[in-house]
Nanobody, 117 residues
Framework: QVQVVESGGGLVQPGGSLRLSCAAS????????MGWYRQAPGKQREFVAQ???????IYADSVKGRFAISRDNAKKMVYLQMDSLKPEDTAVYYC???????????WGQGTQVTVSS
């Protein structure tokens, strides 16, 4: 099995910063395109950012210029640096992992990010 675990969430003020981490473990032969999603109460889970195997990243319009996704293949880690946070960023953030030849998709348990004064 493959597992991903998020960490780094918390309460921050508007304009603040937070870095989320996603640690992958298990039977990983390759770590493919990885992503971050978020879900606010009463809303659908939405795409935030993704990064492919060679570091090409894509962002949702709502976070462009504020968030940065990165990865460390050797450590099997993915990060989401969040700057200039807004109350609208408040959500549970999930790491989406894609692994191995079969493209196994694995979701983390989520980490709460709350942006509030």
């Amino acid at each position: 099995q493959v597992q991903v675990v998020e960490s780094g969430g918390g309460l921050v003020q508007p304009g603040g910063s937070l870095r989320l981490s996603c640690a992958a473990s298990g039977n990983i032969f390759s770590m493919n395109t990885m992503g971050w999603y978020r879900q606010a109460p009463g809303k659908q889970r939405e795409f935030v950012a993704q990064i492919n195997t060679v570091g090409i990243d894509i962002y949702a319009d709502s976070v462009k210029g504020r968030f940065a996704i990165s990865r460390d293949n050797a450590k099997k880690m993915v990060y989401l640096q969040m700057d200039s946070l807004k109350p609208e960023d408040t959500a549970v953030y999930y790491c989406k992992g894609n692994f191995n030849l079969a493209g196994l998709v694995t979701w983390g348990q989520g980490t709460q990010v709350t942006v509030s004064s």
